[in-house]
């Protein structure tokens, strides 16, 4: 299946020739509700592609998985089922082992700024990540990272007691570390099945941002927050683009997407800073409790994840056989404090100000007439 592109007879008869751009029609997967920051990032990267195209792009988007699930998104894309999509690189350890090295890594992280443009820099700067994704056939575009992970559902724990037996849903390899390590049981589910999980009792909790209140409508099932932050998340491509579809795009066209996507991410990444402090007020007017952890319990969670950086590594080499692990991370961790130093003193709640940093730091710099193809 072809794009769901609208070739206009115009174009075809006197355009083809000449190199004008032929009218194409996108179809964008969302797995994410239609309402929040990650929708409010999907109707900006919409109305300005077709924007920045002058209209010769129309882009339409369909939320919620209807079109295509997290699974179905790796192959969904390039055979023509979809577009544009929500890839989940976790989803698929042996298909993008480079890119999972430092995805698994987001435990370490408490700033989703930050988190979001240290792995846009390295992913685009790593040729092997990059190759894995045109190996599956998907051009990256970009991730966004998450406000800090908290245990939402309908149990609470304070201590290290609580949290044995309780069944989590994780995002990342190191998160399902982090709670086997508390004697937890790992459930590893889509954050789209969380609603579904929580309500029948499948789980006790995802480890999910508060942003997910509104984008996975998590406020109507939880009863409560635990408020200890396991990392964020930083594992995705919302704007992931089906490498046949891409390649069919004219370098001004292709230009066009690559000035729109990273403002788009940044959208949704300042959307989820505004929601938390939102979803909170929502939290105190339906009675859903804020539940702080002990003492101990926070001093044993950090003290884990200063080891799991490590165990990762060991993880990936054991089972991938990557190479140059270590001189991979480090470059990883030098780029996190390099991007808290950037974004330190920008207006965390802006997609403008934000925007202007990924496209001046990493996006102006890429070449749409090779990029991706």
Same mark, same amino acid.
């Given at each position: 299946m072809k794009l769901g592109r609208i070739l206009a007879s115009a174009a075809l008869t006197a355009g083809l020739a000449a190199g004008t751009a032929n009218a194409m029609e996108l179809k964008v997967s969302s797995i994410l509700a239609p309402q929040g920051a990650g929708a409010e990032g999907y109707n900006y990267f919409a109305e300005n592609?077709?924007?920045?195209?002058?209209?010769?792009v129309t882009v339409q988007v369909l939320h919620g998985g209807v079109l295509l699930t997290p699974l179905q998104m790796l192959s969904g894309l390039p055979d023509g089922v979809g577009d544009v999509g929500f890839?989940?690189?976790?989803?698929?350890?042996?298909?993008?082992?480079?890119?999972?090295?430092?995805?698994? !890594?987001? $435990?370490?992280?408490?700033?989703?700024?930050?988190?979001?443009?240290?792995?846009?820099?390295?992913?685009?700067?790593?040729?092997?990540?990059?190759?894995?994704?045109?190996?599956?056939?998907?051009?990256?575009?970009?991730?966004?990272?998450?406000?800090?992970?908290?245990?939402?559902?309908?149990?609470?724990?304070?201590?290290?007691?609580?949290?044995?037996?309780?069944?989590i849903r994780t995002a990342t390899a190191a998160?399902?570390?982090?709670?086997?390590?508390?004697?937890?049981?790992?459930?590893? @589910?889509?954050?789209?099945?969380?609603?579904?999980? $929580?309500?029948?009792?499948?789980?006790?909790?995802?480890?999910?941002?508060?942003?997910?209140?509104?984008?996975?409508?998590?406020?109507?099932?939880?009863?409560?927050?635990? !408020?200890?932050?396991?990392?964020?998340?930083?594992?995705?491509?919302?704007?992931?683009?089906?490498?046949?579809?891409?390649?069919?795009?004219?370098d001004s066209q292709r230009a066009a997407v690559l000035r729109v996507a990273p403002y788009g991410v940044a959208t949704i990444v300042t959307g989820y800073v505004r929601d938390e402090d939102r979803a909170k007020e929502v939290a105190k007017e339906r009675g859903i409790e804020l539940v702080e952890p002990s003492a101990e319990?926070? %001093? %044993?969670?950090?003290?884990? $994840?200063?080891?799991?950086?490590?165990?990762?590594?060991?993880?990936?080499?054991?089972?991938?056989? @990557?190479?140059?692990?270590?001189?991979?991370?480090?470059?990883?961790?030098?780029?996190?404090?390099?991007?808290?130093?950037?974004?330190?003193?920008?207006d965390r709640t802006s997609p403008q100000a934000f925007g202007d940093l990924l496209w001046n730091e990493i996006w102006s710099k890429i070449d749409p007439k090779s990029y991706g193809l």
């Open positions: 592609v077709e924007k920045e195209t002058n209209g010769e890839l989940l690189p976790p989803y698929f350890p042996a298909e993008f082992p480079e890119f999972n090295l430092v995805a698994n !890594m987001a $435990i370490v992280g408490d700033d989703a700024l930050a988190m979001t443009g240290a792995i846009h820099e390295y992913i685009t700067s790593c040729e092997p990540c990059l190759t894995e994704h045109a190996r599956h056939g998907h051009v990256y575009l970009g991730s966004y990272s998450a406000t800090a992970y908290y245990g939402q559902g309908r149990k609470a724990y304070r201590t290290v007691d609580d949290l044995k037996g309780t069944k998160q399902g570390r982090w709670a086997e390590h508390f004697g937890a049981v790992r459930v590893a @589910i889509s954050g789209t099945e969380a609603f579904e999980a $929580i309500s029948t009792g499948t789980i006790d909790v995802t480890l999910a941002a508060l942003a997910e209140f509104f984008n996975l409508n998590l406020a109507e099932v939880n009863t409560h927050v635990n !408020m200890l932050p396991v990392g964020v998340f930083n594992g995705n491509s919302p704007f992931s683009f089906g490498a046949p579809q891409w390649s069919e795009l004219t319990l926070k %001093a %044993a969670s950090d003290a884990y $994840i200063a080891t799991d950086v490590k165990l990762g590594l060991e993880e990936a080499e054991r089972t991938t056989g @990557i190479d140059d692990g270590q001189a991979k991370v480090d470059r990883y961790l030098a780029l996190i404090e390099k991007w808290k130093k950037l974004t330190a003193n920008i």
